[in-house]
Nanobody
């Protein structure tokens, strides 16, 4: 069992930056691949970024490629999402998720554990 807690959300102006953190507790978090997803009001939860268990491989949604960076510090059981050049359309609740696998995934249903989410709001 793994518990995930997101932090770092908030209100930022367009063009600004935020860094989200996903802290894991319970079984060794480094044994899990992790993904970030987001859900805007009235929309389905969508994939944002993912990283494999070792941190060597990452993958991004086209909408955030070149602006967001996912990374992990297995010694701290934490995965980060650095978000730069934020746009109005990045406004959403951001969730981290973990899956019992070495390999990353972009499909929501392949994840076993979810955090409670953190709100990111981008203003003009």
């Amino acid at each position: 069992q793994v518990q995930l807690v997101e932090s770092g959300g908030g209100l930022v102006q367009a063009g600004g930056s935020l860094r989200l953190a996903c802290a894991a507790s319970g079984r060794t978090a480094s044994t899990y691949a992790v993904g970030w997803f987001r859900q805007a009001p009235g929309k389905e939860r969508e994939f944002v970024a993912t990283i494999n268990r070792s941190g060597e491989s990452t993958y991004y949604a086209d909408s955030v490629k070149g602006r967001f960076t996912i990374s992990r510090d297995n010694a701290k059981n934490t995965v980060y999402l650095q978000m730069n050049s934020l746009k109005l359309e990045d406004t959403a609740v951001y969730y981290c998720a973990a899956r019992r696998s070495y390999y990353y995934a972009t499909i929501r249903d392949l994840y076993d554990y979810w955090g409670q989410g953190t709100q990111v709001s981008v203003s003009s």
